[in-house]
């Protein structure tokens, strides 16, 4: 029987009012397809397509944005009702293969790690240097988060209009949302910093706005960083208490990761702190040791939380473990990005019964070399071998 050989991760969930035929979730990948204004191109739509015929139950797309200084080149767009008719075609497209699988849109700023090209100034919830790009970021005014917050409701309305299943809002690796949430970034004293609560009041203002407009079911995710492996930043005590208030809010479900640029771009000695805690695993999985490197954080979450479902991403290659994940909950969903660059169809074949793991090494080289002009691929193809120049990202 198909999927009895992984019946756990075969076996139907729901995300809120969402249902999804199996637990693997395509996890949200920049790919730099969009057109230059953000307008899905017919090389976007067939990318998510054959993701969508590879079996996996959901797909989340890279982050689309609500605002264009925040954006990635060729990415997305959401910012107003002229996107609707374009951005329709995607969910379309998806549906039309009529294999069950779902797509949501992710929303997103790249706020302090925003690329020069796309704005000479990047803003943040304060003036704290980013090392990576070695730049200063404006403090954002209580009238500009005013305006972000309107716009990432609007965003989820939109794409509600569109046909997506469900939205989910970029807050993990250090983009604005995320350094909201930080007190390593966010050193603000009014009343979007300071103590948890505040810190996390703009992803509780942008729901509460949201569910006005698209109503309480429609289901709105988040992804979140557990740790950001960075000083003064979100450890696991806090991250549990940010997703107890995510869920209070309505959050369907929570993806946890980790780490900002800063943390991933830069050597262990450049980093000095406590970089020893970083998981080596996710620049190159040599064992199924070295996968799941996020398990120990999604275990203490699904302790924690009662309402959203957990999904945990990050280093997943081999289905055996999807499995006994699964079976003991330590997670609700997995969550997967390299290997379905490599291997669209690795749900499927799973699905059909081979347990060979993914093929994806993890060296991020389809990061390393992602170019507007090529847009997202694995170089490595079908080869085996590992590239000298092992990338550190982990975006
Ligand atoms: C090329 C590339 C682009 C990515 N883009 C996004 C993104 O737009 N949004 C996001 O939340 N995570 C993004 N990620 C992170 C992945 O979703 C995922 O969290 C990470 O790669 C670990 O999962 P994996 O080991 O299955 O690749 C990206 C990762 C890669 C390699």
């Known amino acids: 029987m198909p999927g009895e050989r992984f019946p756990r991760l075969f076996s139907p969930v729901n995300l809120g009012s969402l249902p999804l035929k199996n637990r693997l979730v395509r996890s949200a990948t920049y790919e730099a397809k969009a057109a230059e204004d953000g307008r899905p191109t017919p090389g976007y739509i067939d990318f998510h397509r054959r993701l969508a015929a ?22 997305i767009s959401v910012e107003d ?17 009529h294999n069950g699988c779902k797509i949501a849109l992710q929303i ?10 796309v704005a000479r100034e990047p803003v943040a919830p304060s003036p704290i240097r980013e090392p990576f790009t070695d730049r200063m970021p ?22 509600e209009k569109a046909g997506f299943d469900a939205v989910q809002l970029h807050a993990a690796h250090g983009w604005l949302l995320s350094s909201f949430l930080s007190p390593h970034t966010n050193r603000r004293t009014d009343i979007f910093g300071g103590n948890t609560v505040n810190r996390a009041r703009i992803m509780t ?13 429609y289901p709105i995710l988040a992804k979140m960083n557990a740790c950001d492996y960075v000083e003064n930043g979100i450890e ?3 991250s549990l208490r940010l997703g107890k208030i995510f869920e209070d809010a309505g959050y369907a479900s929570l993806e946890i990761s980790s780490a900002m640029w800063e943390t991933v771009t830069r050597k ?60 003991k909950g330590d997670a609700d969903l997995i969550s997967l990005s390299r290997p379905l660059i490599r291997e669209p169809d690795l749900p499927q074949r799973w699905f059909s019964g ?12 389809c990061l390393e070399t992602l170019t507007e002009e090529e847009g997202l691929r694995c170089p490595l193809g079908s080869k085996q071998e590992i590239p000298e120049n092992q990338a550190r990202i982990q975006p």
Not at 55 to 62: H, M, N, Q, R, Y
Not at 138 to 159: D, H, M, Q, Y
Not at 211 to 217: A, E, I, N, P, T
């Open 138 to 159: 404006r403090e954002l005014s209580l009238k500009e988060i005013e305006a972000f917050i309107n716009a990432c409701a609007a965003a989820i309305g939109l794409a």
């Open 54 to 75: 590879g079996g996996v139950g959901l797909i989340i797309t890279g982050f689309a944005f609500p605002q264009r200084d925040g954006k990635l080149p060729r990415s």
């Open 205 to 217: 203002e942008i729901i509460k706005r949201a569910k006005s407009q698209v109503g309480d079911d």
């Open 354 to 365: 081979s347990n060979q793991k993914s093929a994806c090494i993890s060296c991020s080289s």
């Open 236 to 238: 696991v005590p806090e």
């Open 268 to 327: 262990p000695e450049e980093i000095g702190w406590k970089a020893e805690r970083i998981p080596e695993a996710r620049r190159r999985i040599h064992s199924v040791a070295d996968e799941a490197y996020h398990r120990e954080f999604t275990r203490v979450f699904k302790q924690n939380l009662k309402k959203a479902k957990i999904i945990l991403v990050g280093g997943m290659r081999t289905p055996e473990l999807m499995e006994e994940i699964l079976e």
């Open 81 to 97: 009702d002229g996107c609707l008719t374009d951005l329709a075609k995607v969910p379309d497209a998806i549906h039309g293969l």
């Open 108 to 117: 997103g700023h790249c706020g302090r790690q925003v690329p020069l090209r």
